[in-house]
Structures are given as structure tokens and as C-alpha cells.
């Protein structure tokens, strides 16, 4: 398969009269090498349907298409949303079929054609997180992901407890699966260059905690509202005032502060606040 380089991306935007705008967070990879990493990372197969959020002019999407069984993609300009069909069409006419185009903010996505495997995306700056989030709680099936994302935000969605990075995207994405760094991409890949390096972050699904998600993501939203602030002052609040209590019973010091937490931890407090 022929992918998009330099050149032909910007053919296609000049014909959609398209400048890549900050508004949806959009930075063209314009390296063939750099998609084809990326591809890999997420060990495809043909068993495989790949959803893929904001696809642009569809340079990762060939690569997605030459692994895969089929890619979903999701863009929100209706612009791009168009011509993306036509592209695959002109570079690998035998992968046509197998991609299916939703014109929608990933945001609003709630279902699918078909049930995704994978999550493989070079996803907005703008909106990485809440959207990585919201694609894996909306949609359990996908076993592998991996994003590139602002490298800030990959290393905060990667942390270790006691990071100072480490906070409420590093143990919200942890209750999916593990989570690794992939790696850094430079600036050069992207048209127009960003002003920083990207991340590579892969997630791998594991079994889903034995626990109520909402009350878990609660106790970690309220947390680290108040990241100086101890446990004892900073759960009062969903822990109806019996945080002592809970704690206790937990084996949990309520001086300690959210970052000092595993998501093991949370879990644990979640569980037992039900319990006491």
C-alpha cells in the first residue's frame, strides 16, 4: 500500500480548502514511518475492527486498513468526513469496503456499526483525555489501544503513584488495563508542527475491577480537587462524613494525599464505604 506523504496531504487540503485549525485540534502526520509505528504498536490482525477518532485526511487510516478487518472512523469535519472514502479509494481500492466513515464528535458517539476491538488514534491535544476515557467506557469490547497524544499527557497518563505527574487521567485510564509509554514522537511528523513532542501511550485490557466504577471515579475526581489537601479533608465529602471510618476499615492513612494512592487503593475505599 502506497501511504500519504508530505506532499499529498496538503494536495488534499488545498482541493478541500482546509488549513488545519486549533479549534478541532488538528495536526496532519504527514510521515509514513511514524503511522507505521503506530500501527504496529496496536498488533492488528484481520480479526480486528479498529476505531479510529479523528482520522483527518487518512494517513494513519491506510496503515489502520492494511492490518485490520475493517476501521470506523469518526471525524468531525464534514469536510474531511467526505473525501476520506475517496482517498482509500485512490491508494488501496481493495481496503474500500472495509472503512466505515461517522461524521460526529467522538464526544457525542455513543454506538457503533459494529462492536471495536481497538482504539488506534492520533488523537486531538484538545481533547485527548476525555475522549480516550469516554471511548473505552462506552465501548468494553476494545481489547488494544494506543493513541499519540500531547507528551504531557502522555506521561501524566502513564505515572506512577508519587509522580508529580501522576493524578486523575493516570488512574482513571489504569482501571481499562495496564498502561505503558510507547514511546516520543518529534514535532517534525505533524503539519503544522505542533510546539511540543507527542507521546505514544498503549493500553492493554485486562479484567475490569470488581468494584462500581462511578463511585471509584468519584473518590478519585474528589481527591485531587484539592491536591494539597489530605484524605481526611478531601473524601469527607462523598464519604457522607465517615471518613475516619472507612479509612480504618480500609487500612488506609487518612493523612496521606490522593497521589500517594494506587487505583488498587481507591478500590479498596470504594468497596469498603459499601460494606461498613
Known amino acids: 500500500m502506497t501511504l500519504l506523504g508530505a506532499g499529498r496531504i496538503r494536495e488534499i487540503a488545498a482541493e478541500l480548502d482546509i488549513r488545519p485549525t486549533k479549534k478541532w485540534g488538528q495536526n496532519f502526520v504527514i510521515d509514513p514511518n511514524t503511522v507505521r509505528r503506530i500501527a504496529d504498536l496496536a498488533h492488528l490482525t484481520a480479526d480486528d475492527v ?15 486498513l492494511e492490518r485490520a478487518g475493517s476501521v470506523i472512523a469518526v471525524e ?52 485527548a483525555v476525555p475522549v480516550l476515557l469516554q471511548m473505552l467506557a462506552t465501548f468494553p469490547t476494545i ?15 502513564c505515572a506512577e503513584p508519587g509522580s508529580r505527574v501522576y493524578g486523575v487521567p493516570s488512574l482513571k485510564a489504569r482501571w481499562y488495563g495496564s498502561v505503558d509509554y510507547a514511546g516520543t514522537i518529534g514535532r517534525t511528523v505533524f503539519w503544522p508542527a505542533p510546539h511540543v513532542d507527542s507521546g505514544l501511550v498503549r493500553i492493554t485490557a485486562q479484567p ?67 460494606s461498613t
Not at 479498529?50 to 489502520?64: D, K, N, R, Y
Not at 499519540?148 to 501524566?156: F, G, I, S
Not at 472507612?246 to 494506587?262: C, H, M, W
Request: net charge negative.
Open 50 to 64: 479498529v476505531l479510529e477518532i479523528g482520522p483527518g485526511v487518512g494517513s494513519l487510516t491506510l496503515a489502520l
Open 76 to 127: 468531525i469535519d464534514p469536510r474531511l468526513a467526505d473525501r476520506l472514502p475517496k482517498t482509500v479509494q485512490e491508494q488501496a481500492p481493495e481496503h474500500a469496503a472495509h472503512l466505515t466513515v461517522i461524521t460526529a464528535d467522538a464526544l457525542s458517539v455513543t454506538e457503533l456499526p459494529e462492536e471495536p476491538t481497538a482504539l488506534v488514534a492520533n488523537l486531538p491535544y484538545n481533547v
Open 143 to 157: 481489547r488494544s489501544t494506543v493513541v499519540m497524544v500531547q507528551r504531557e499527557v502522555a506521561e501524566r497518563l
Open 208 to 274: 475490569q475491577p470488581d468494584a462500581d466504577r462511578q463511585r471509584v471515579f468519584t473518590l478519585i475526581d474528589a481527591a485531587f480537587a484539592q491536591r494539597r489537601k489530605t484524605l481526611r479533608t478531601t473524601l469527607a465529602g462523598p464519604l457522607q462524613g465517615r471518613v475516619d471510618e472507612v479509612l480504618a476499615a480500609a487500612g488506609i492513612d487518612p493523612g496521606l494525599r490522593g497521589e500517594q494512592l494506587s487505583l488498587a487503593d481507591f478500590i479498596r475505599i470504594a468497596n469498603t464505604s459499601l
